[in-house]
């Protein structure tokens, strides 16, 4: 069964930096694409960043420069390094793992995680 978990989510000053994880297990097929999204109430789900299976990368124009996404495909993980947080980042972050057969086969997501800016 495919379980992807969050972590490294919560609150933080502006100008901060967090750190999140996503852990995925039961990953039993070819990968698209991992990436993170995120949706802040009153807002719909944007993506934040994205590595595609070779490597690529993809930022929303609001955290270039800022937030740097990685991965460890021994660990069947990915990882999303936010710098310079600002009060406009705080949402919750989800993983995303969309297999190579989409859209005839669905996309999978974390739980999510809470991540706040504020002073």
């Known amino acids: 069964q495919v379980q992807l978990v969050e972590s490294g989510g919560g609150l933080v000053q502006p100008g901060g930096s967090l750190r999140l994880s996503c852990a995925a297990s039961?990953?039993?097929?070819?990968?698209?694409?991992m990436g993170w999204f995120r949706q802040a109430p009153g807002k719909p789900r944007e993506l934040v960043a994205l590595?595609?299976?070779?490597?690529?990368?993809d930022y929303a124009d609001s955290v270039k420069g800022r937030f740097t996404i990685s991965r460890d495909n021994a660990k069947n993980s990915v990882y999303l390094q936010m710098n310079s947080l600002k009060p406009e980042d705080t949402a919750v972050y989800y993983c995303n793992i969309r297999p190579s057969g989409w859209p005839f086969a669905n996309d999978y997501w974390g739980q999510g995680t809470q991540v706040t800016v504020s002073s």
């Open positions: 039961g990953i039993f097929f070819r990968i698209n694409a």
């Open positions: 590595m595609s299976s070779s490597g690529s990368t």
